[in-house]
T-cell receptor, first 114, second 112 residues
Framework: NAGVMQNPRHLVRRRGQEARLRCSPM?????VYWYRQLPEEGLKFMVY????????ESGMPKERFSAEFPKEGPSILRIQQVVRGDSAAYFC????????????FGPGTRLTVT | KNQVEQSPQSLIILEGKNCTLQ??????????LRWYKQDTGRGPVSLTI?????NTKSNGRYTATLDADTKQSSLHITASQLSDSASYIC???????????FGTGTRLKVLA
């Protein structure tokens, strides 16, 4: 049973470009969470999605950031017009159910904006 | 404001020695507390999970304690190994929610 998979593992973008981060949850998991970890800081919740639905995006910046979890395929975190401050590690987690269900984390995508 | 604070920020110990990491939280209402191990370049991996009614939980050489009254937790590592070198993160969630609140972690370095 493969764990949570994220790709790419490393992504370099120039300022103003778009970044697309992918997350495939564990088999049988229909809940996906995205977290951001800035240098020297703890992980911060960004968004919680179920298949085809955004449940909670309260931690996601209002502009330039969007997330989706389509019926088929991985969840995508999209950052438009990246800026240097977007450089961080982005982690995806998945769970089988919502209420206190254990979240399993992927290896993360390290985004560097030059 | 819900916060999780950890100490020390970093720690260096010799292989075979024991160590204890601390976590204080202000999350309320409290549901459960987890300790994660995060190797460099990897995602966090769960070590222990405790609800408010549990005082201690062990996982091999890792033993976590919880005092829900003082809102403090500790993670004790026994007979440390080189592979224990990692960040150890305390994570608290409030009642019935999916929102994990992460501490900034303690970076542990075990030297031969």
């Amino acid at each position: 049973n493969a764990g949570v998979m994220q790709n790419p593992r490393h992504l370099v973008r120039r300022r103003g470009q778009e970044a697309r981060l992918r997350c495939s949850p564990m088999k049988g998991h229909s809940h996906v969470y995205w977290y951001r970890q800035l240098p020297e800081e703890g992980l911060k919740f960004m968004v919680y999605l179920q298949k085809e639905n955004i449940i909670d995006e309260s931690g996601m910046p209002k502009e330039r950031f969007s997330a989706e979890f389509p019926k088929e395929g991985p969840s995508i975190l999209r950052i438009q017009q990246v800026v240097r401050g977007d450089s961080a590690a982005y982690f995806c987690a998945s769970s089988q159910n919502q209420d206190g269900g254990e979240q399993y984390f992927g290896p993360g995508t390290r985004l560097t904006v030059t | 404001k819900n916060q999780v604070e950890q100490s020390p920020q970093s720690l260096i110990i010799l292989e075979g020695k024991n160590c204890t990491l601390q976590c204080n939280y202000t999350v309320s209402p409290f549901s459960n507390l987890r300790w994660y191990k995060q190797d460099t370049g990897r995602g966090p991996v769960s070590l222990t999970i405790m609800t408010f009614s549990e005082n201690t939980k062990s996982n091999g050489r890792y033993t976590a304690t919880l005092d829900a009254d003082t809102k403090q937790s500790s993670l004790h590592i026994t007979a440390s190994q080189l592979s224990d070198s990692a960040s150890y993160i305390c994570v608290v969630s409030d009642s019935g929610t999916y929102k994990y609140i992460f501490g900034t972690g303690t970076r542990l370095k075990v030297l031969a």
